[in-house]
């Protein structure tokens, strides 16, 4: 992937300013399977309320079973199907809202699955994947398709594969892939000792 | 901290491998200010559903505002209150539910909030600080005393700070925080293709 930083008052580590979620993947290049446990290793780890992992991960690798990666395709949203279609490998997060404990309502398990999935895509950016989340996809049609549990909310899906070089993308892609990166103002979002009150910056 | 690396079939990044939630905190020693806003910035740069950044984030840093740090700290559940007195800084994770963009329920709230604060946790362990989420708390208590809107929900209480040396730790302190690090087998929660196929290894 090139490079685009993301603008912070202080540095942070490469591997948090570097990752973002590009479109423009490369269709002949998979994802070596060695690369794909690294991903799901780093997901595996990722802390969780009363050490639940409620995170359930699927899998979809083009090359080792094309069938059922078009059945996962076919289950994303529209604008994403006009890109995503070149990712050699999908993922659904979802996440088990009842605790494997005591069958309760678990109220962290999306929070506990985002966090398994920020490290997956930051272990992704460790070793030059691409990773992009994404919210657009029929989560009834891949409950059913795959037959995931009533219990078991689905969250995302994730396309995992290289980025095309700069030169390799069309203008459309170009265009998109080097937009900037943008976020809210940190005291927006980050607050000192009263809600609404931005942090201090010194 | 001292290290206590995940077991993973493949390498991961060091970072995913160092990181965890050890409990014995350093009273005496501070978290900078400058250290504090690269971990806001690296929650900051988290991805997040049409880019809405629900995360919300209130810090108590007991060097700055001990009375604040103190009534964040009562809302701690009485387990976490026997370790986190000790940490410097009290942070509160809340995801506001509601789009900013049209004011309808966002159901991604809580997965990005999580993967927010798996960002900033991961830049904690780049420098060197030990965090520890926490479920138990009192919500509703939080969300009065620091006049918390309702759309917003409280999810996770983080402390940061320096780990205790091995040393300077008491014996039980030293059972627990060297007490190994455990998660399910890979293919419980990693599929592959269908639900609860597990995810080939080779």
């Known amino acids: 992937m090139f490079e685009k930083n ?3 008052a202080v540095p942070i580590h490469p591997l948090m300013a570097r990752r973002w979620s590009g479109r423009a993947y490369d269709p002949d290049r998979p994802v070596a399977r060695e ?3 690294a991903m799901l290793e780093a997901a595996r780890w990722a802390p969780s309320c009363y050490g639940d992992q409620p995170w359930r991960f699927i899998v979809w690798d083009r090359i080792a079973d094309e069938p059922a990666w078009w059945r996962a395709f076919s289950c994303l949203a529209e604008g994403n199907r006009s890109w995503a279609g070149a990712a050699p490998v999908l993922l659904l997060a979802t996440a088990d809202t009842l ?9 962290w398990a999306a929070y506990d699955t985002g966090a ?3 490290s997956l895509v930051l272990q992704a950016t460790a070793l030059g994947i691409m990773a992009h989340q994404m919210g657009g996809f029929d989560a009834a049609r891949l409950r059913e398709e795959f037959s995931i549990p009533e219990q078991v909310e689905p969250m995302a899906m994730i396309t995992l594969g290289y980025q095309l070089s700069l030169q390799e993308m069309d203008e459309a892609q170009r265009e998109r ?5 943008q976020r809210r103002p940190l005291g927006e979002n980050f ?3 009263e809600w609404g009150r931005p942090v201090r910056i010194r």
């Not at 892939?177 to 990166?181: D, I, L, S, V």
């Open 6 to 8: 993301a603008h912070t």
């Open 35 to 37: 690369d794909l446990l």
């Open 99 to 107: 605790f494997s404990h005591n069958g309760k309502p678990n109220r």
């Open 116 to 118: 398994a999935s920020m």
């Open 177 to 181: 892939e080097t937009a900037p990166r």
């Open 191 to 193: 607050f000192e000792g």
